[in-house]
């Protein structure tokens, strides 16, 4: 039974209307939801940036469902604010929170002054900050001296059972590096072949937990009016990671996406506009091995994707992937929270 969720996206829609779109996810039949959590966007044709905390509250406190964030803490993050955000949304909303700690992007935590670090710092910094939430979120008191600082940190508002830590992924080496520490994983899109070295490692190396899979999505009328929006809103995502986590402006993502061609965005965005083929393509890439499929319609837009996603595409999709049936999701996603 596969898990549907809705991805709530920061970076494109103001707070207000995203959070009127994650209600409606819930009326027309989604399981569960996730957001991102940024600073910048990733194009000034975005052109947003909500804060994902507080966010997060109201979209919890105003829907049954449960919600996911991505976030890296341990720059423009102290990881003892970070677990006590934790802390309070796991005790507000118990078993319908969870946060994926990533070692973040250059776009994000260039904000705080400090040098932006090579990726083995930024690794061994995630781990230090894990360790350090993991700790604070069992009631210890904390004092660290390494990538991070802290001193004397404790948390006194927790919840009764502490929100999963999931580990965030792109890579099949990220992938079995979280799979020492995470309560589960989330990664994004990808062909079929490197998708299963994802699962693969992660689950070689011991990983536990759910597996969660981030699916981009421009969905339209027609061809041609799906790929207008995904060429408008994406094509600046479609960059290696190695480039994209040292960018540090939207600017610079929309220099170096001038260099996409507009036929590449297809290689990272499902451009559909037939519910079928759409569940059939999300269907094989959930067959890798994934328990919850959180799709992201990457359009500014969100109503007319959400009414086909009522009309048609949830039907579609649970049938393909064999997704959790309308009476018992909601009930089954509080008990199983998602990664």
């Keep these: 039974m596969v898990t549907l969720g809705f991805h709530a996206s920061h970076e494109q829609v103001p707070p207000g209307p995203l959070l009127a779109a994650a209600r409606r996810a819930q009326e027309v039949g989604f399981d569960a939801a996730m957001c991102s959590d940024h600073l910048a966007p990733w194009s000034e044709r975005q052109g947003e940036s909500g804060f994902a905390w507080s966010w997060l509250g109201a979209a919890l406190a105003t829907t049954d469902l449960p919600f996911g964030v991505v976030t890296a803490p341990g720059q423009r993050y102290h990881p003892a604010i970070t677990a006590q955000a934790i802390a309070t949304l796991g005790s507000m909303f118990p078993g319908r929170f969870w946060a994926a700690l990533g070692s973040g992007e250059a776009m994000n935590e260039h904000v705080t002054g400090d040098p932006w670090p ?113 060429h408008d809103q994406w094509r600046s995502n479609l960059l290696p990671p190695s480039v994209s986590w040292h960018l540090e402006t939207p600017e610079q993502f929309d220099a170096v996406a001038a260099l996409v061609r507009p036929d590449e965005v297809r290689g990272t965005v499902l451009v559909e506009h037939d519910a079928q083929r759409l569940a059939d393509r999300v269907a094989q890439l959930a067959a890798c091995g994934f328990d919850e499929v959180y799709v992201h319609h990457v359009g500014r837009e969100q109503d007319a994707f959400l009414d086909a996603a009522g009309d048609a595409l949830l039907p579609a999709l649970r049938e393909a992937c064999g997704g959790t049936d309308d009476d018992t999701a909601t009930a089954d996603a509080r008990t199983e929270v998602p990664a």
Excluded: M
């Design 118 to 230: 090579h990726k083995a710092d930024r690794d061994d910094r995630l781990r230090e900050c894990v360790e350090i939430i993991r700790a604070l979120l069992a009631g210890e008191e904390v004092s660290h001296r390494g990538h991070v600082t802290v001193d004397r940190a404790r948390v006194w508002s927790l919840p009764d059972v502490a929100p999963r830590l999931v580990g965030p992924a792109v890579t099949p080496a990220t992938a079995r590096r979280h799979a020492e520490w995470a309560d589960g994983l989330v990664t994004v899109n990808q062909p079929v072949e490197s998708l299963r070295r994802v699962v693969g490692e992660y689950r070689d190396a011991g990983g536990r937990g759910a597996l969660a899979l981030q699916v981009h999505v421009a969905w339209g009328a027609d061809d041609e009016a799906a790929f207008a929006v995904a």
